[in-house]
């Protein structure tokens, strides 16, 4: 069955200090990998996605099969990082396409 | 292209009531997915809809249903509302099942 964990709720950091943000899949076959994001106020958007290799706002996330993680990681944090963060894995399920949501981990930058 | 649009914004409905909540994709987008908010339960999965079809369906009772039209805009039913299905829900649409989505605002529903 598919699966996405994120194992922390909060994530408390300092303005400067690198960021991680963990997210762990189950999956059997060749996942495509996710993660959102949700600025207070404001609605819930893609931030990048793995196959696209790219940095967002300094972000990056590397899928490591292996390991069956895409953690998110920044080397500096910012005050408007600050967010709601959500990793999803999206992959052949039932005869269809699905994409399922970690329970989503709240970031927290302070001065 | 517009955005996901969600009516009302706003609603505020008594314990026992039903509501009905709204949501026009993207232009060209099949599918629709819904979503709970609550601070303490994160975002939870509540079904899926492509092409007017049921194709995935979260763990909520029968309570909460939904719809999708032939021009793909859908609507969510909540029958017998109770104090604990006050939530921000969400609708996201993409063009296929499975594939980037994109978010509207959210209804913010307030049961009393």
């Known amino acids: 069955a598919q699966r996405v964990t994120q194992p922390e709720k909060l994530l408390s950091v300092f303005k400067g200090a690198p960021v991680e943000l963990k997210c762990n899949y189950s999956?059997?076959?060749?996942?495509?990998l996710f993660w959102y994001v949700q600025y207070s106020r404001q609605r819930l958007q893609l931030l990048l996605r793995h196959i696209s290799r790219e940095s967002i706002k300094g972000f990056t996330a590397d899928l490591n099969k292996g390991e069956t993680s895409f953690h998110l990681k920044k080397p500096f944090a910012q005050e408007e990082d600050s967010a709601m963060y959500y990793c999803a894995l999206s992959g052949w399920s039932g005869g269809y396409n699905k994409l399922i949501f970690g329970a989503g981990t709240r970031l927290a930058v302070h001065p | 292209k517009a955005g996901v649009t969600q009516t009302p914004r706003y609603l505020i409905k008594t314990r026992g009531q039903q509501v009905t909540l709204s949501c026009s994709p993207i232009?060209?987008?099949?599918?629709v997915s819904w979503y709970q908010q609550t601070p303490g339960q994160g975002l939870q999965f509540l079904f899926e809809?492509?092409?007017?079809?049921?194709?995935n369906k979260g763990n909520f009772p029968g309570r909460f249903s939904g719809r999708q039209f032939s021009n793909s805009r859908s609507e969510m039913n909540v029958s017998t509302l109770e104090l604990g299905d006050s939530a921000l829900y969400l609708c996201?649409?993409?063009?296929?099942?499975?594939?980037?989505?994109?978010f509207g605002p959210g209804t913010r529903l307030t049961v009393t």
């Open positions: 809809y492509f092409s007017e079809t049921q194709r």
């Open positions: 996201a649409s993409s063009p296929v099942t499975g594939d980037e989505q994109y």
């Open positions: 999956y059997s076959g060749s996942p495509e």
């Open positions: 232009s060209g987008h099949r599918s």
